[in-house]
T-cell receptor
Framework: SQQGEEDPQALSIQEGENATMNCSYK?????LQWYRQNSGRGLVHLIL?????REKHSGRLRVTLDTSKKSSSLLITASRAADTASYLC?????????FGKGNQVVVIP | KAGVTQTPRYLIKTRGQQVTLSCSPI?????VSWYQQTPGQGLQFLFE???????NKGNFPGRFSGRQFSNSRSEMNVSTLELGDSALYLC?????????????FGPGTRLLVL
């Protein structure tokens, strides 16, 4: 079964720096979504990129999708302490969402 | 517009008991899906309901079941609880079925099985 897998697993950066994380998946998808989760709470939707899109922006977020490599990246620019969270990618396939384990990002003030 | 609500937020049960969790979707959303999150397995899909019908089910034993009511509220039930069922249970709602659009998640119910 397909599964989003983020890489790297943990990232620690200084406030103001950029944070980049990657996600790979195994089968064909319609969309790929990124979510943020704070301290084991509910997920907050960040951005959805469709399989026919290559790049998408939302505020300080930039997502790219390379369907030939079955991978996506999430870039957070000018990070803030409030960005400290776990970031998960989710792929749709077989009529279900498959999530990766998540990238833990710590932004140091 | 109110977000997705889940009740209860925390629950402690003992092995062998059963538990029912509730999820109220965003008004107008007809799709509700459920997920189990554990440190070891991450977030795993349980099932999706749309218009009171189960559309898809994940790879969980039959002890895990759910239903959806005509007002789109959903419940999931776990019978004969096991220690491994301790997890954060999340539900999400969406306007359309199929999980291909944005999912709006509730805060989750944290279940501890002793």
């Amino acid at each position: 079964s397909q599964q989003g897998e983020e890489d790297p697993q943990a990232l620690s950066i200084q406030e103001g720096e950029n944070a980049t994380m990657n996600c790979s998946y195994k089968t064909s998808i319609n969309n790929l979504q990124w979510y943020r989760q704070n301290s084991g709470r509910g997920l907050v939707h960040l951005i959805l990129i469709r399989s026919n899109e290559r790049e998408k922006h939302s505020g300080r977020l930039r997502v790219t999708l390379d369907t030939s490599k079955k991978s996506s990246s999430l870039l957070i620019t000018a990070s803030r302490a409030a960005d400290t969270a776990s970031y998960l990618c989710a792929t749709d396939g077989n009529n279900r969402l498959a999530f990766g384990k998540g990238n833990q990002v710590v932004v140091i003030p | 517009k109110a977000g997705v609500t889940q009740t209860p937020r925390y629950l402690i049960k003992t092995r062998g008991q059963q538990v029912t969790l509730s999820c109220s979707p965003i008004s107008g959303h007809r799709s509700v899906s459920w997920y189990q999150q554990t440190p070891g397995q991450g977030l795993q899909f349980l099932f999706e309901y749309f218009s009171e019908t189960q559309r898809n089910k994940g790879n969980f034993p039959g002890r895990f079941s759910g239903r959806q009511f005509s007002n789109s509220r959903s419940e999931m039930n776990v019978s004969t609880l096991e220690l491994g069922d301790s997890a954060l249970y999340l539900c999400a709602s969406s306007l359309v079925a199929g999980l291909q659009e944005t999912q709006y998640f509730g805060p989750g119910t944290r279940l501890l099985v002793l």
